[in-house]
Nanobody
Framework: QVQLVESGGGLVQAGGSLRLSCAAS????????MGWYRQAPGKQRELVAR???????WYRESVKGRFTISKDNAKNTVYLQMNSLNAEDTAKYYC???????????WGQGTQVTVSS
C-alpha cells in the first residue's frame, strides 16, 4: 500500500508563488508517473502536471511556463513549483502516483491552494 502526504499549500496573492511537496511511502515497486491534480469547487478534478519514471514531464496548457514539476527519487518526493499564480489556480491540489498500468492511482489527502486577487 502506498501513502502520499502533501504539504505546501496556503493563501497567496495573485502573482505570488507556492511550492507543493508530496512524499510517497510504502510498497512502491515501480513507477509509471507521479503527478498533481486539482479540483475547484463545482468542477471536475483535472490533471495539472505529471512526471513519469524516466523524467518526462507533461503540463496542462493553462500552467505551462508557470508551473514546474520535479522529483527526488532518493526521497520518493515530487514537487510542484507554482509561479505567477492567479485566481483560476485556486483549488485543492492532490498528489497521485501510478505504479503500473494495471493498478489504480494512489491519492494523497490534498492540500488547499487559495489565490487572492
Amino acid at each position: 500500500q502506498v501513502q502520499l502526504v502533501e504539504s505546501g499549500g496556503g493563501l497567496v496573492q495573485a502573482g505570488g508563488s507556492l511550492r507543493l511537496s508530496c512524499a510517497a511511502s510504502g510498497s512502491i515497486q515501480s513507477l509509471v508517473f507521479m503527478g498533481w491534480y486539482r479540483q475547484a469547487p463545482g468542477k471536475q478534478r483535472e490533471l495539472v502536471a505529471r512526471i513519469n519514471g524516466g523524467g518526462g514531464e507533461w503540463y496542462r496548457e493553462s500552467v505551462k511556463g508557470r508551473f514546474t514539476i520535479s522529483k527526488d527519487n532518493a526521497k520518493n518526493t515530487v514537487y510542484l513549483q507554482m509561479n505567477s499564480l492567479n485566481a483560476e489556480d485556486t483549488a485543492k491540489y492532490y498528489c497521485a502516483l501510478k505504479q503500473t498500468e494495471s493498478l489504480p492511482l494512489s491519492w494523497g489527502q490534498g492540500t488547499q491552494v487559495t489565490v487572492s486577487s
